[in-house]
């Protein structure tokens, strides 16, 4: 029997001055289901408010903040070697 592992791997691209910004106060959390595999991410929603379309890598979305100075990418990809999730992680992020 061959075990499969699906992954999940959320990446977050922030600009400096975001990065290094103001703590924000989150309210709204809303939660990300990923047809495909399943995989259920809560995400800040009032922060990443605005649709990126479709995740660049695997299943999934992006969100961006309303200004444009963040992305919020929740993606899944399948473990076909297969790898140990230590192992995953390496070979994906």
Do not use: C
């Not at 990923?34 to 890598?57: C, H, L």
């Not at 444009?68 to 994906?92: F, H, I, K, M």
Request: hydrophobic share 40%; no cysteine.
């Amino acid at each position: 029997m061959r075990r499969l592992i699906l992954g999940t791997v959320a990446a977050l691209w922030l600009t400096p001055a975001l990065a290094h910004g103001p703590q924000l106060e989150v309210k709204d959390w809303q939660v990300f289901v990923d047809p495909t595999f399943g995989t259920q991410v809560d995400y800040p929603a009032d922060v990443f408010s605005k649709s990126g379309g479709q995740s660049e890598r695997g299943a999934g979305e992006r969100f961006r903040t309303a200004d444009g100075q963040a992305v919020l990418e929740v993606y899944s990809l399948p473990n076909d070697r297969p790898l140990t999730p230590e192992g995953y992680l390496r070979a994906n992020l």
